[in-house]
């Protein structure tokens, strides 16, 4: 699982049949702290995220595929929660 933010849709006039009707969304994985970490992905999205939106995104290819209820769609990563918050052993954090 990764911890990111969503930055903004990628428009995608073509796509495979598999992913018909979905929307591609790009994120970037975050820490805890939401501090950026790493480069960016691209992600189809399977919960209704929006640009700025912290969310979480699985890179396991079945689990993705799964997230559109097409199991071995050609997807290498999915995001597959909105986090409302961080709670950390005594402190949380909130947007």
Known sequence: MIL???LGPIVATQ??????????LTVQPIDCEGRD???TLIAID?????????VLVT????????????PGAA???????????????DRAIAD
């Open 4 to 6: 990111a933010r969503v």
């Open 15 to 24: 796509k495979h049949s598999s992913h018909a009707g979905t929307k591609i």
């Open 37 to 39: 970490q790493g480069e």
């Open 46 to 54: 399977g919960v209704d995220a929006g640009p700025g939106d912290r």
């Open 59 to 70: 890179q396991d290819g079945w689990s993705a595929s799964w997230t559109i209820r097409h």
């Open 75 to 89: 997807i290498d990563a999915a995001i597959i929660g909105v986090v409302d918050a961080i709670e950390l052993f």
